[in-house]
Nanobody, 123 residues
């Protein structure tokens, strides 16, 4: 029902910034949640941030809190992840995720995933 395409990844020096974008196509509901996850080499995919439809509620992993900001533009079916003060440990493939309903929370049970965009932070 929903397709997600991430963009904005790349190579950045430690302390730099990137903004990731995720374009969603298909039907998105007012009860939807969009999130960002990442997976580093040799590690499990981990939650980064999530935002509800209204944009009022946001959630962040402790590792990125204060440095990353998630936002969305419902008119464009876009979600963004502004990443500041990047660290080498932020290096990972970043995935956009989507689910139609928030009932299962913001940290898990996402139904749709993008193909990912590589973020590499050099030291």
């Amino acid at each position: 029902q929903v397709q997600l395409v991430e963009s904005g990844g790349g190579l950045v020096q430690a302390g730099g910034s990137l903004r990731l974008s995720c374009a969603a196509s298909g039907r998105t509901l007012s009860s939807s949640v969009m999130g960002w996850f990442r997976q580093a080499l040799g590690k499990e995919r981990e939650f980064v941030a999530a935002i509800n439809w209204s944009g009022v509620s946001t959630y962040y992993a402790d590792s990125v809190k204060g440095r990353f900001t998630i936002s969305r533009d419902n008119a464009k079916n876009m979600v963004y992840l502004q990443m500041n003060s990047l660290k080498p440990e932020d290096t990972a493939v970043y995935y956009c995720a989507f689910k139609n309903f928030y009932y299962t929370g913001y940290l898990s049970h996402y139904d749709y995933w993008g193909q990912g965009t590589q973020v590499t932070v050099s030291s």
